[in-house]
């Protein structure tokens, strides 16, 4: 009788135990976002101009945590406008956090980058970094354009993805060879 009294008091002194800790889980303020929005649109300015405009089904801005972010945790849409205000690329993820003092977006899982060249990126993790302009990975990366196919291991580009590079690249490209030239070359 004595023994299953035991068991129930320690039963029940570890349950209060864990009580406890989801209830100060609950109460910690990193845990709730400061502002929730849903169907959000944000638009980054550049002197005056549209520079960036992220779509996001829903943003979760946590601005008093040790750490401010900001989570996009259905994925998002950034869409990047040069100097003209044209619509020269975009790109898509299944989720991102912006960490706000860095100003530094990581975009994850199934990520896809189009540019106005017809260009396409795909990777599972991007990094835009606002303040310098440009979004690099050091992840593989497939890149798809009129010509070919290259695969590599790192990227960094500008961020309208219109001057980008590959790092330990492989792939198959089409090239076009002069007319001139390769009637002479036929003739070898």
């Known amino acids: 009788m004595i023994i299953p009294l035991i068991g129930g008091i320690i039963m029940l002194f570890a349950n ?8 100060n889980l609950l109460q910690e303020k990193d845990n709730y976002p400061d502002q929730s929005l849903q169907d959000a649109e944000i638009i ?5 101009r549209v520079d960036v405009i992220l779509t996001a089904q829903e ?15 259905d994925g998002l849409i950034a869409r990047f406008y040069d100097s003209t205000q044209t619509l020269e690329s975009k790109f898509t993820a ?10 530094l977006l990581e975009a994850k899982n199934n990520v896809v980058a189009i540019n106005n060249k017809g260009d396409t990126l795909n990777t599972e993790y991007l990094i835009w970094y606002q303040e310098e302009a440009v979004i690099f990975t050091d ?7 009129p010509t070919g196919i290259i695969h590599g291991k790192g990227f960094e580009s ?6 980008w590079e590959i ?12 007319e001139e030239k390769r009637k002479s070359n036929s003739h070898i």
């Open 16 to 23: 209060c135990k864990s009580d406890i800790e989801k209830v």
């Open 44 to 48: 980054y300015n550049k002197n005056g």
């Open 59 to 73: 943003i979760n801005r946590y601005l008093t945590a040790e750490e401010p972010h900001t989570i996009f945790p």
């Open 94 to 103: 299944n989720y991102a956090i912006y960490h706000e003092p860095d100003q």
């Open 139 to 145: 992840r593989y990366v497939r890149i798809s354009t």
């Open 158 to 163: 500008n961020q309208n993805f219109t001057n």
């Open 167 to 178: 790092k330990e690249t492989s792939g198959t490209i089409q090239l076009e060879e002069d």
